[in-house]
């Protein structure tokens, strides 16, 4: 069992290396003050709205959005629009990049810094942006996409190789999963690790209740995770300190809603697996807080 305060000692002490090694600026190898010098534009992803899964059984459902901070050194002035470009990668078809959306300088929004640009994503469109059928999409699949900004010097999309804009996020991609509107019945198993191998401690360094919860419409609630060894846990957890598994009894005709309750210390990991042995969710260690989207193509 580990010494919680040397996890803490540990934490601080990367903070004390990295805030030194930031002080003597002689020492860096990189000018950080003469990083964007080449003109080339990019964009800085500020925040995701919504799950980005899209829903084969209902595309249209499907629907996020993502803020971005357009950099240049003209200050993003001079970018005058950016795109997105779509392509597929599935199990059954593939697709090539198309067109998707394009946000021209007009719904660019400045608060007195760099302007920014709100782009909105629909499964639909996606869909209707490949030309391709739905029915052929699997679970799993996934749609990629790229950002490409425009200003006088031309269209870019690749991070530049003289580190004038590493923060760029031009790429992501999104997951087909199907939601179905009540859950499978039956026995379903979460597995369940933790890297440091002291339990599970969602919200706070000693614990802070369940790591995952689920919520049923006929009103009941489950909790799980793996025991903390420094607090009672408060709730019904699994024993095991590195790993652990979970079974819990969905019954039928109800709907509900998976949530994962928090990392406080990034070394939460998990696998949930449907009635019929199917894989519906993952999570990695370090995942934020939030709403797990369950993949039920193969239940």
């Known amino acids: 069992m580990k010494n919680k305060f ?8 990367a903070i004390c290396i990295a805030f030194y090694s930031c002080k003597d600026d002689d020492t860096l190898p990189i000018d950080f003050d003469d990083l964007i010098n080449t003109g080339v534009p990019f964009a800085s992803e500020i925040t995701t709205n919504g799950s980005t899964n899209v829903n084969k059984l209902d595309p249209g459902s499907s629907s996020f959005s993502k803020d971005y901070q357009l950099v240049s050194p003209a200050g993003g002035t001079d970018i005058s629009k950016v795109e997105v470009y779509v392509s597929l990668t599935g199990q059954n078809i593939n697709a090539a990049e198309a067109l998707l959306a394009t946000a021209d300088a007009s719904s660019f929004t400045a608060t ?11 499964g639909a469109a996606i869909i209707a942006a490949l030309g391709i059928d739905a029915s052929n999409l699997e679970g799993g699949d996934t749609f ?8 006088p010097q031309g269209t870019f999309s690749d991070v530049s190789a003289n580190f004038d804009n590493q923060s760029a996020d031009h790429t992501f991609s999104s997951t087909v999963v199907c939601d179905s509107p009540t859950l499978p019945a039956g026995d379903w198993v979460i597995d369940m690790q933790d890297s440091y191998g002291d339990g599970w401690q969602p919200t706070t360094g000693n614990g802070g209740g369940a790591g995952i919860t689920v919520t049923l419409s006929d009103g009941s609630t489950i909790e799980i995770g793996l025991c ?4 009672p846990p408060g709730y019904a957890c ?16 109800v709907s509900g809603d998976w949530t994962f309750n928090g990392d406080f210390w990034g070394e939460m990991s998990f696998q949930i697996y449907g009635p019929s042995g199917s894989t519906v969710a993952t999570g990695t260690a370090g995942a934020s807080a939030g709403p797990i989207a369950l993949n039920l193509c193969n239940e």
């Open 112 to 122: 007195g810094g760099y302007p920014e640009v709100n782009i909105s994503y629909d």
């Open 144 to 151: 990629n996409y790229r950002l490409a900004l425009t200003n």
């Open 6 to 13: 040397l996890k803490t000692i540990l934490a601080l002490s």
């Open 238 to 253: 699994t024993t095991g300190l590195s790993s652990g598994s979970a079974t819990i009894t969905i019954p039928a005709n």
């Open 228 to 231: 903390t060894p420094y607090e």
